[in-house]
C-alpha cells in the first residue's frame, strides 16, 4: 500500500525541519508569535513556550524533532516563511521537487485534516532528503538535549527523542540513526526510521498502526531489507573514441542522444542495489547524455532489474 493516502501526523515535522534548514541559519533567533503558542490544539504536544519568547533555529529543531513540539512548528513557519500559510507552500513545492505525487501539506505540525495526506512512498522520499542534510542527521540521531534559561523561561528544559528504536531498551534497533514519531487518534501512530548496517541505509515508513506494533513491524522490514538486499557493482563500460557534433560545441543546452556521441570513459563503476542471489547481468539498462556543470557533457546509464530502477553511473568524456 506504498501509494494509499494516509494522515502523516507529525512525520510532517521532517519536512518541516529540512525546509527551515534550507532557509534559514542555526543562529537565527525565533520569536514566538501569539498565532505560534495559541494556533495549535491545546492538548498536543508542546514545550510551553510562551508568547515572546525566543529560541535559536537549532535550539528549535531539537525541540522539533525530539520532543515533537507543535507550537515549534508554527513558530519555525512565521520565522522562514513570515506566516504558516506561506511557509506551507513551501512544503508542498518541496515535496513536488523531490517526486512527490501524491502528498498535500495543509499545516507544519501534522495535527489533523482531511486535505493534509502523504502515501508511505512519497514519506520516504522526503525522508530520503532529509537523511542526505548533516544538520537534519545530527538531529535525529540525538537521544537527549537541554534547552537553557531563555528570555522569558528561567528552567532548563530536557528533550528526549521519542524514536524508541533509537534509544529504547525494549525497543532498541542496532544501527537505528534516527527518525520520527507521529500520533493522532485519526492517523493512528505513523514512524519513519534510518537505519544504517554494513554500508547500506535503509529508510522505513510505517502508517496507520495502532500501538507498540509499529516498532515491532519496522524492525521486521528492516530486517528483511538488510537480509534480502546487498550492493552489486557493475564492471567498468568499455571505452571508446569520442566525438561531440559541432552544432553541440556551439549550443551546449541543445538536447543530445546516445547517438550522437561515442567515446566516452568510465571513471566511476555504478554500484546497485539488489535482491539477494540476482547478479548484475540481469539488468538491463538504459541510457542518456546529461550537461554537466562541472566539465563536458557525460554519458548516464540507468540500471533496471524487471522494470524496477536499482541505480546509475555515469562516464565523462576522456
Avoid at 543562529?27 to 501569539?34: I, L, M
Avoid at 542527521?137 to 528561567?154: A, D, F, S
Avoid at 548496517?197 to 500501538?211: A, H
Wanted: glycine fraction near 6%; charge should be negative.
Amino acid at each position: 500500500n506504498i501509494h494509499a493516502k494516509q494522515y502523516p501526523a507529525s512525520i510532517t515535522k521532517i519536512m518541516t525541519a529540512l525546509v527551515t534548514i534550507e532557509n534559514s541559519d542555526l543562529s537565527d533567533v525565533v520569536t514566538f508569535s501569539e498565532n505560534a503558542v495559541y494556533g495549535i490544539e491545546p492538548e498536543s504536544s508542546h514545550i510551553g513556550i510562551d508568547v515572546g519568547e525566543q529560541l535559536t533555529v537549532e535550539q528549535s529543531l531539537y525541540a522539533l524533532m525530539l520532543a515533537s513540539a507543535n507550537e515549534v512548528a508554527m513558530g519555525l513557519a512565521e520565522h522562514v516563511a513570515g506566516s504558516v500559510e506561506a511557509f506551507v507552500d513551501m512544503m508542498n513545492e518541496k515535496a513536488a521537487e523531490l517526486g512527490c505525487t501524491e502528498t498535500h501539506f495543509v499545516n507544519p505540525h501534522g495535527l489533523h485534516d482531511e486535505d493534509h495526506y502523504v502515501t508511505a512512498h512519497d514519506m520516504a522520499l522526503i525522508a530520503r532528503a532529509a537523511y542526505h542534510n548533516p544538520t537534519f542527521l545530527n538531529t535525529v540521531c540525538t537521544v537527549y538535549y537541554e534547552i537553557p534559561p531563555t528570555n522569558m523561561e528561567e528552567e532548563t528544559r530536557y528533550l528526549l527523542n521519542h524514536q524508541k528504536l533509537l534509544s529504547d531498551d525494549d525497543w532498541y534497533y542496532t544501527g537505528c540513526r534516527g527518525g520520527k514519531t507521529g500520533y493522532t487518534d485519526q492517523a493512528l501512530n505513523t514512524l519513519v526510521t534510518f537505519a544504517k548496517k554494513d554500508n547500506r541505509i535503509l529508510v522505513c515508513v510505517d502508517l496507520k498502526t495502532d500501538g507498540t506494533p509499529i516498532y515491532s513491524d519496522t524492525t521486521a522490514l528492516l530486517d528483511y531489507g538488510f537480509d534480502n538486499f546487498q550492493w552489486k557493482q557493475r564492471k567498468k563500460e568499455a571505452d571508446v573514441a569520442f566525438r561531440l557534433p559541432l552544432d553541440r560545441q556551439l549550443e551546449p543546452d541543445l538536447p543530445l542522444s546516445w547517438a550522437d556521441a561515442c567515446g566516452l570513459k568510465a571513471l566511476f563503476p555504478g554500484w546497485t542495489l539488489l535482491p539477494a542471489g540476482i547478479s548484475a547481468k540481469d539488468l538491463t539498462t538504459k541510457k542518456a547524455m546529461e550537461p554537466n556543470t562541472a566539465g563536458p557533457w557525460r554519458l548516464k546509464t540507468s540500471y533496471y532489474y524487471k522494470d524496477h530502477y536499482v541505480g546509475y553511473s555515469y562516464q565523462y568524456a576522456s
